[in-house]
């Protein structure tokens, strides 16, 4: 349907589902109301969905959103719903984006080891004194 619509928007507006069926890399794939998935979020009883009901259906193929279904209550039919994916889309542009302003790191091929082993015994592991050489914190031999 639309790739705008990411599961953080769909979070960030409904929260967590109440119940999930399937997953994310669930091989399984299903079929209902002629959405093929294999992620099912269902959430019960909203306050406050776009639509105004308080059942919905989400449905995920891996990453993508394929569908959506509401219900007015339980005795009522589903039916596919827009105003969520409308909604979804506004808030996307909302999301905190990364701000990636730090620099990267310098790269060097100076290899700087802890410790100096003494003899073959000595696996190393231990402060040094990069002055003297001596062992920091360590009885010595």
């Not at 990267?104 to 100096?116: D, L, W």
């Given at each position: 349907?639309?790739s705008?619509?990411?599961?953080?928007?769909?979070v960030?507006?409904?929260g967590?589902?109440?119940?999930?069926?399937?997953?994310?890399?669930?091989p399984?794939?299903?079929?209902?109301?002629?959405?093929?998935?294999?992620?099912?979020?269902?959430?019960?009883?909203?306050?406050?969905?776009?639509?105004?009901?308080?059942?919905?259906?989400?449905?995920?193929?891996?990453?993508?959103?394929?569908?959506t279904?509401v219900r007015?209550?339980?005795?009522?039919e589903?039916?596919?719903?827009?105003?969520?994916?409308e909604?979804?889309?506004?808030?996307?542009?909302?999301?905190?984006?990364?701000?990636?302003?730090?620099?990267?790191?310098?790269?060097?091929n100076?290899?700087r080891?802890?410790s100096?082993?003494?003899?073959?015994r000595?696996?190393?592991?231990?402060m040094?004194?990069e002055?003297?050489?001596?062992?920091?914190?360590?009885?010595?031999?």
């Amino acid at each position: 349907m639309s790739s705008t619509v990411t599961r953080n928007s769909l979070v960030s507006l409904l929260g967590t589902p109440h119940s999930v069926e399937g997953s994310l890399n669930d091989p399984v794939e299903r079929e209902e109301f002629g959405i093929h998935y294999n992620e099912k979020w269902t959430y019960q009883e909203l306050g406050d969905d776009p639509a105004g009901v308080p059942d919905r259906i989400i449905y995920w193929h891996r990453y993508d959103f394929v569908g959506t279904m509401v219900r007015a209550g339980d005795h009522q039919e589903w039916r596919p719903d827009t105003k969520l994916i409308e909604t979804a889309q506004s808030v996307n542009g909302r999301l905190s984006r990364v701000d990636d302003h730090h620099p990267t790191y310098p790269v060097s091929n100076r290899y700087r080891p802890v410790s100096q082993p003494v003899d073959w015994r000595d696996l190393g592991g231990y402060m040094q004194d990069e002055a003297t050489g001596r062992r920091i914190g360590k009885a010595e031999p």
